[in-house]
Each structure stands twice: as structure tokens, then as C-alpha cells.
């Protein structure tokens, strides 16, 4: 399955690409002063509705060097909830961050994903699954844009 979303930052993509490129994993880290290794594992909790934290779920995360492409910086990443592999699907995907007009920016998510459990879990993923992707795409996205718009040296906001 093809998922895919973004959302828009006052920011101007000069600035957003130098944050990014200085530690792409503080975008989604538990603290600023956090300090990861190369290509170490990122966990992380998503709830994708809001007023419903026993519907989210922490998953493992793996983002992969930025690099530019055309007008763009990506970022390859995976992710996948750890001890319930068969459950959750993985995901794998790219971040991207775009110019979007002089001041702002714009961060889109771009993934796949199989469905778990074969025949039924893609029936129940048209049915409903797909929408809590598409939720957990967007609270993803929304606390990224959270993190870039805080200054430089405060406090991650968890996501």
C-alpha cells in the first residue's frame, strides 16, 4: 500500500535544510541533548488520534543518511513496531524537505507498506487500517514540523 502526506512550515528551506543536515534525528528524538551514534535505532511513540493514547504504539525507527535530490533533501527512513512484527506492518519511506515560495517549506512523507496477516489484513486495511496509517503518517509529520519550528537548543518535543 502507497501512503503518502505532508505539511507546511514557516520556514525558510535554507534554514530548515542546515537544521536537518546538523542531526536529522533530533527531528524525532526524546531530548535535543540526546546524543545517537551513527545509524542507531530511533523508538519512538505514535498516536495516531488524538484523545486516544491507548491506540498508539511505540515503534523503532531507522533514518538513513540525508541527501539532496534536485531541489530536495530526503531522508530514507524505516519503521516497524518491535514484538509485534506480525501485527503492524513496516513501513519504509522517504522524508522529504521541499522549498515551498521564499519563506516557507514543505515536509512530505512518502512510504509503502504491506498489510499484515496476508488476505485479511489487506481487507481490513481498505476498510480501516489504511485511515489509522494515514493518522499515525500525519501525527508524525505534524511533530516534526513541531521540532523544526522550536528554537535551536530547546527541548525535542517527543513524538
Known amino acids: ?8 512550515i514557516d520556514r525558510d528551506f535554507d534554514e530548515v535544510r542546515a ?12 531530548s535535543a541533548g540526546a546524543a545517537y551514534r551513527e ?13 486516544l493514547p491507548r491506540l498508539g504504539k511505540t515503534i523503532d525507527v531507522d533514518l ?12 530514507p ?8 512484527t506480525r501485527l503492524f506492518p513496516h513501513l519504509d519511506g522517504d522524508l522529504e524537505f521541499a522549498p515551498l515560495g521564499a519563506t516557507t517549506s514543505q515536509i512530505t512523507l512518502m512510504a509503502s507498506y504491506d498489510p ?3 488476505f485479511v489484513g489487506r481487507r481490513a486495511d481498505v476498510l480501516l487500517l489504511h485511515r489509522i496509517a494515514e ?3 500525519r501525527s508524525f509529520l505534524v511533530r516534526v514540523t513541531r521540532n523544526l ?6 527541548r525535542v518535543i517527543p513524538v
Not at 519550528?149 to 530547546?154: D, H, L, Q, T
Open 19 to 30: 537544521q536537518v543536515r546538523t542531526d536529522p534525528r533530533a527531528l524525532i528524538a526524546a
Open 64 to 75: 538513513a543518511e540525508p541527501y539532496e535530490r534536485e531541489d530536495r533533501l530526503v531522508i
Open 135 to 137: 493518522a499515525s503518517i
Open 116 to 118: 499484515p496477516l496476508g
Open 1 to 8: 500500500m502507497l501512503i503518502q502526506d505532508f505539511v507546511q
Open 39 to 51: 545509524g542507531e535505532r530511533l523508538s519512538l511513540r505514535l498516536t495516531p488520534l488524538r484523545g
Open 149 to 154: 519550528e522550536r528554537p535551536v537548543g530547546a
Open 77 to 84: 527512513m524505516h519503521w516497524w513496531a518491535p514484538g509485534a
